[in-house]
């Protein structure tokens, strides 16, 4: 069993940065391919970048690629979603997700969940 918790998130202004955090607990985040989600109002939860159990290889979505970035510290056993250049089309609830599948980006690979944290970029 893992154990998640978000923290970070807020309002900020178009272009700013902002650092999601996402610490685990119960197991190691380096047994798992960390996965951020995100889901805006009225929408699915949609991928946004995932990363294998070493942090080594990082999967993207074309649009984020060059904005938001992956890292994790396995010994503290946290994951990070850095996000840059945000704009108000990133506003949404962002959750990290552990999966025994590298780079699954589909909701159903993830196993544990964040409680979610919100994001919102005003223009």
């Known amino acids: 069993q893992v154990h998640l918790v978000q923290s970070g998130g807020g309002l900020v202004q178009a272009g700013d940065s902002l650092r999601l955090s996402c610490a685990a607990s119960?197991?190691?985040?380096?047994?798992?391919?960390m996965g951020w989600f995100r889901q805006a109002p009225g929408k699915e939860r949609e991928f946004v970048i995932a990363?294998?159990?070493?942090?080594?290889?990082?999967f993207y979505t074309d649009s984020e690629k060059g904005r938001f970035s992956i890292a994790r510290d396995n010994a503290t056993n946290t994951v990070y979603l850095q996000m840059n250049s945000l704009k108000p089309e990133d506003t949404a609830v962002y959750f990290c997700?552990?999966?025994?599948?590298?780079?699954?980006?589909?909701?159903?690979?993830?196993?544990?969940w964040g409680q979610g944290t919100q994001v919102t970029v005003s223009s």
């Open positions: 119960g197991r190691t985040v380096s047994s798992f391919g």
């Open positions: 997700a552990a999966s025994r599948r590298v780079g699954a980006r589909d909701i159903g690979s993830y196993e544990y």
């Open positions: 990363d294998s159990e070493s942090g080594g290889r990082k």
